[in-house]
T-cell receptor, first 112, second 118 residues
Framework: EAQVTQNPRYLITVTGKKLTVTCSQN?????MSWYRQDPGLGLRQIYY???????DKGDVPEGYKVSRKEKRNFPLILESPSPNQTSLYFC???????????FGPGTRLTVT | GDSVTQMEGPVTLSEEAFLTINCTYT??????LFWYVQYPGEGLQLLLK?????DKGSNKGFEATYRKETTSFHLEKGSVQVSDSAVYFC?????????????????FGKGTLLTVNP
């Protein structure tokens, strides 16, 4: 089944404790992206990647890192999480830029 | 920059009622337009899309027509069901990129919560 998977689905952590949210797609898509969803703000892009080893900032990249060492994986790294990063995070992929994006199920992160 | 404006919710309808969710956009290039749906506790699913002016996207009884002259992409369904209760997002992806760059990110509206009562 074609899909985007994310892990973990739920995470509660404390300020400053490094964490990684994994994202993987099995559709051989070139383009991958991370979004965060906040009430009243909708979805905003954090980082994106157009191919292996090609990543760039989206609208709200502060406090996040990403890497794209393999085509299928695009982990999101929070080196020192803060409470304002409490949010619902979505990974998405598409066959190429400009095409429809397919979303993972989301990761609900709470930073205390 | 690009932006999407959709009607604020929540929208509450009775089963079999007609649905319209308005969406207008601003884009610098030639965007593709999408409607995504988010059911409770789930990720976003693509509902329908249109890639050029006058295209009509349709799926599961939902329709939307790409109107370049009014920069709109309104979502309609003739007879809603309880199972259509969800949050609906209008989005665009600008083929020309944003600010001269090459990112074809999705720009979303803020979402419209639809509740359909039996």
């Amino acid at each position: 089944e074609a899909q985007v998977t994310q892990n973990p689905r739920y995470l509660i952590t404390v300020t400053g404790k490094k964490l990684t949210v994994t994202c993987s797609q099995n559709m051989n898509h070139e383009y991958m992206s991370w979004y965060r969803q906040d009430p009243g703000l909708g979805l905003r892009q954090i980082y994106y990647s157009m191919n292996v080893e090609v990543t760039d900032k989206g609208d709200v990249p502060e406090g996040y890192k990403v890497s794209r060492k393999e085509k299928r994986n695009f982990p999101l790294i929070l080196e020192s999480p803060s409470p304002n990063q409490t949010s619902l995070y979505f990974c998405a992929s598409s066959i190429n830029r400009g095409y429809e994006q397919y979303f993972g199920p989301g990761t609900r992160l709470t930073v205390t | 920059g690009d932006s999407v404006t959709q009607m604020e919710g929540p929208v509450t309808l009775s089963e079999e009622a007609f649905l319209t969710i308005n969406c207008t956009y601003t884009a610098t290039g030639y965007p593709s337009l999408f409607w995504y749906v988010q059911y409770p506790g789930e990720g976003l699913q693509l509902l329908l899309k249109a890639t050029k002016a006058d295209d009509k996207g349709s799926n599961k009884g939902f329709e939307a027509t790409y109107r370049k002259e009014t920069t709109s992409f309104h979502l309609e369904k003739g007879s809603v069901q309880v199972s259509d209760s969800a949050v609906y997002f209008c989005a665009l992806s600008d083929r020309m990129g944003n600010s001269g760059g090459s990112n074809y990110k999705l720009t979303f509206g803020k979402g419209t919560l639809l509740t359909v009562n039996p």
